[in-house]
């Protein structure tokens, strides 16, 4: 299955598609990184960002992508923009789209590890929170009580 992991940035959306196949990761050669949102808040830039990264997800024959959860207040909290931008994500039809939060991607990471190290995935390491929520996708599908604090 591939799963597309999303960071959310400012007005990015940084994404990383991977693919468990048969126990074997690959990493699929994808034509973006990221897909960008106007900052003039428009309805009709906002539906362009959507159907853009719709169609980047039919294209990669993604079927689940993974949004790494923003805190909605603090220090490290999400702007409004961003917000949007992943209401806008979970919107998309015939996509299924989930959240994860910090603490369940630190556990399942914890319980099993990355297998490689990030420099020889070949993303760029801007693109590294993205493929580390996308692996944790995976793992907490393959093992579903990873994410059980320990």
Do not use: W
């Amino acid at each position: 299955m591939r799963i597309c992991g999303v960071e959310i940035k400012g007005t990015e959306a940084i994404i990383s598609i991977l693919e468990y196949r048969d126990g074997l990761f690959t990493i699929p050669e994808c034509r973006a990184r990221k897909v960008e949102f106007s900052k003039q808040n428009r309805a009709s830039d906002l539906q362009y960002f959507q159907s853009s990264f719709a169609k980047l997800m039919t294209d990669y024959k993604v079927k689940m992508v993974m949004i790494k959860e923003r805190p909605l207040s603090g220090k490290f909290s999400g702007g409004g923009l961003g917000f949007k931008m992943e209401a806008a994500l979970q919107l998309i039809e015939d996509l299924d789209v989930q959240t994860m939060n910090a603490s369940t991607l630190k556990a399942i990471i914890k319980r099993n590890p990355i297998p490689v190290e990030f420099g020889e995935t070949g993303l760029k390491i801007f693109q590294e929170q993205a493929f580390a929520v996308a692996y944790a996708a995976h793992m907490q599908i393959e093992y579903p009580n990873a994410a059980d604090p320990l």
